[in-house]
């Protein structure tokens, strides 16, 4: 029986098996993956590397449901998500996946708090319990002053941390995060870096991160190359202590 949404199973967080996708038709047409194998256990820290477009993004893409794959088997906490009505999907991205992009990606209308509340106001949680749980993430990451700018308002590393906030709101299964430090000046490239790792560690949330940097990808347990449509492990074992595996949430989870 396949498990709920949000629900937490045991066994690898993602599957994949044969993914293959290719853009356009004919002449025009652009073969990006072929015949992908991937697979990530619960808590896992995995960096994807490989040259500008070699198709890392749209790996994420379709891990994280944004895009289709022409053939092959995907399965993210023990479900099929492309199995799933349109509604379905949307409840199962929403609540079990969270994203951070390179540009971040907030509503310029909406504070910080809102932005990070918007995952629970749009699963149709109670308003109060949404912005009490953004309140106390700002809080961990050091924003509790500043959960009432707009975005705008907000420096580059500021919003990007917003944006992790609102990615972690939920305590998605998986993590995906795609270049986060690529908009970021060094500085607070490396602010950011050390959050999601921290974050990672405390909580225990299964990440994939894509990066071009191979300093980043150091920091990660597992490494994957994406080259010629394919994957291929290039290296394996902690060399990060933030990297080791998960000691799990330190307090209560947040309801």
């Known amino acids: ?78 479900r099929d998500p492309f199995a799933l009505s349109a509604e379905a999907l949307a409840r199962f991205r929403n609540r079990s996946l969270g994203f951070v992009f390179q540009f971040h990606q907030l509503l310029p209308d909406f504070t910080a ?32 002053s500043r959960s009432h700018a707009l975005p705008h308002e907000l420096s580059g590393g500021e919003r990007q941390r917003v944006a ?26 490396e602010r950011v870096l050390e959050l999601l790792l921290e974050l990672r560690r405390r909580r225990g949330t299964t990440t994939i991160l894509v990066t071009h940097n191979p300093e980043i990808a150091d920091r990660c347990a597992r490494v994957l190359l994406l080259d010629r449509r394919q994957l291929e492990e290039v290296s394996r074992g902690s060399r990060d202590a933030s990297a080791a595996a998960p000691e799990g949430p330190t307090e209560p989870r947040v309801p």
């Open 1 to 78: 029986m396949s498990a709920a949404v949000g629900e937490q199973v045991s066994g690898p967080v993602v599957e994949v098996r044969g993914l293959s996708k290719t853009y356009g038709v004919g002449a025009a047409a652009l073969e990006v993956l072929r015949g992908v194998d991937l697979e990530v256990g619960r808590g896992e820290l995995l960096a994807i590397v490989g040259p500008s477009g070699s198709g890392k993004s749209t790996l994420l893409h379709i891990l994280g449901t944004l895009d289709r794959p022409d053939s092959g088997e995907v399965r993210i906490a023990s």
């Open 164 to 189: 992790i906030c609102r990615a972690l709101s939920l305590e998605p299964e998986l993590l995906l995060a795609d270049e986060p430090t690529g908009n970021l000046d060094p500085r607070s490239g």
């Open 113 to 144: 708090l809102e932005n990070v509340a918007m995952p629970s106001r749009i699963a149709g949680e109670p308003v109060s319990q949404g912005l009490e749980r953004a309140a106390r993430l700002l809080a961990e990451v050091g924003l509790d």
